[in-house]
């Protein structure tokens, strides 16, 4: 390539200086004409480097020029232009598959990168229109929230607390209320009459076993007075007592706990949060702290037959028997219709030996209640143990008959039929016990009230001996 390049250069520069002869000679003789030379684009045939036309005088010297062109093109036709290109085309090949592979892998990682941006940006707009509409809800709770305040408000600065046992009602000014003091005037009253109409709820037998309809009347009544409570009001004992009430019978006794305890610290003698406070600690069976409250309501409303009941309960729960009689006697003087309380100072009776009153006492309770199978039962046990045997059968049957799955008196009876031989009854019952609690076949091959039947085939068959 090289040695091409020299004779191009070698050629130009001979043609020019024949060119410059040629003028000179033309101008000094006048007879010669130059003619340029033309080239026709896009010619076939291979253009002749230089094309001259000249004087007749001056053969000599386009001879000399004709033979050195043709000694020139017959110099370049020599040249090998075949040149081994073979590792260079190899190159540039494998430079065009590197170049389409990184284009390739270019345009892959451009999709990539887009799917990447569309779902970040896809993220991106979830997370707007999620805080939307957080921001939305947020202040729908903060205008609904406001605008109870802004009610309060008005309520703290109209409304004066009274140290009524019921809440006050605000007193309308001589131009008339605004609507929303009228609206709050209105739920005043409305919470008032609804605590006058609920007495149950201040019944301590009923109050801490409310039906679902006493539930929800407890609700509406709550609603009222949390609302109340928001708007400024110094709300009396009672309805803080209300509200650890529904608590209570949401066995929720935690919180309730926490708000009696507020209660009688502004209060110490409001009887009924200390009635709840000890009916939560007995059902806890924290029988010592249901003592202290109980104990204290007693004092405070020394006629309430519902206190007595559950502080001579709670004390027969502690073994302080004595304490527990003087309870429940008084009780029963006070509500002598109560079988429960009659049941209950039986016990007493029992665990203090006292046979003869524990009798009586499961008397009353049965006769009072005549399908309180629990009292019949206890009655024949006690009559049992004075060896009455036919009162205490008695009292068995009525039990099983009030109750046909009552196995505890379906046992003691067979035992008294034993103890009497009358051996039908004995075995029939003790079947039927069995066939209730199991239980009851190794207790009978032990129990001393069977031993005539140590010898019974059936009653070897029942008890599986």
Same mark, same amino acid.
């Given at each position: 390539?090289?040695?091409? $390049? ?17 003028? @000179? ?59 081994? @290109? ?10 065009? /598959? ?12 451009? =999709? ?7 779902? @970040? %940006?896809?993220? #991106?707009? #979830? ?22 305040? #802004? ?19 605000? /007193? ?36 801490? =076993? ?7 009347? %407890? ?33 929720? *006794? ?15 003698? *409001? ?6 406070? +000890? ?83 499961? +008397?009353? $309770? ?13 009655? +024949? ?58 239980? *009851?076949?190794? =207790? ?19 008890? +599986?001996?």
């Amino acid at each position: 390539m090289r040695n091409i $390049a020299f004779l191009v250069i070698i050629i130009v520069t001979v043609a020019i200086a024949v060119s410059c002869n040629i003028q @000179n000679t033309a101008d000094e003789k006048g007879k010669a004409k130059v003619v340029s030379e033309k080239q026709e684009t896009g010619s076939k045939q291979p253009s002749k480097i230089f094309t001259k036309v000249i004087e007749k005088d001056n053969e000599d010297i386009l001879k000399s020029l004709s033979a050195l062109e043709e000694n020139l093109n017959q110099k370049i036709e020599s040249i090998n232009v075949n040149v081994d @290109n073979t590792n260079v085309i190899k190159s540039i090949n494998d430079l065009k /598959v590197t170049i389409s592979k990184s284009q390739a892998e270019l345009a892959d990682s451009i =999709k990539a990168s887009n799917m990447t941006y569309q779902k @970040n %940006l896809h993220q #991106i707009l #979830i997370a707007i229109l999620t805080a939307v509409v957080a921001i939305l809800l947020t202040l729908v709770l903060v205008f609904r929230y406001l605008k109870k305040f #802004i009610i309060e408000s008005m309520i703290i600065t109209s409304h004066n607390s009274t140290p009524d046992s019921t809440i006050a009602t605000s /007193v309308e000014s001589e131009t008339g209320a605004s609507p929303i003091l009228s609206a709050i005037n209105e739920t005043v009253n409305t919470l008032n009459k609804n605590i006058t109409e609920a007495k149950y709820l201040f019944d301590p037998e009923k109050a801490v =076993k409310l039906d679902n309809s006493q539930k929800a009347s %407890l609700l509406a009544i709550n609603e009222d007075i949390n609302f109340l409570r928001k708007a400024g009001y110094e709300l009396m004992p009672q309805h803080d007592y209300l509200t650890a009430l529904e608590k209570v019978n949401d066995k929720n *006794y935690s919180e309730a706990t926490t708000i009696l305890s507020n209660i009688k610290e502004t209060d110490e003698k *409001y009887s009924p949060a200390l009635f709840l406070s +000890g009916y939560i600690a007995y059902v806890s069976r924290k029988y010592d702290v249901a003592i202290e409250n109980l104990e204290k309501a007693c004092k405070l409303e020394p006629e309430n037959a519902a206190y007595l009941i559950s502080y001579g309960n709670a004390c027969l729960k502690e073994k302080n028997y004595d304490e527990s009689a003087t309870a429940l006697k008084k009780a029963v003087e006070i509500k002598p219709n109560d079988a429960s309380a009659w049941n209950n100072l039986a016990h007493v009776y029992i665990m203090s030996s006292k046979m003869d009153e524990a009798i009586e006492a499961f +008397g009353k $309770a049965a006769e009072i209640k005549p399908d309180f199978h629990e009292a019949l039962h206890n009655l +024949g046990l006690a009559l049992g143990k004075q060896k009455r045997y036919e009162e205490a059968l008695e009292a068995f049957e009525k039990a099983i008959a009030i109750k046909d799955d009552k196995h505890e008196s379906m046992y003691n009876a067979s035992c008294v039929y034993a103890i009497l031989g009358k051996r039908d009854g004995a075995l029939s019952n003790l079947k039927n016990a069995i066939a209730l609690s199991p239980d *009851y076949a190794a =207790k009978a091959k032990k129990d001393k009230d069977f031993k005539s039947f140590k010898d019974d085939e059936e009653f070897a068959k029942i008890i +599986g001996a």
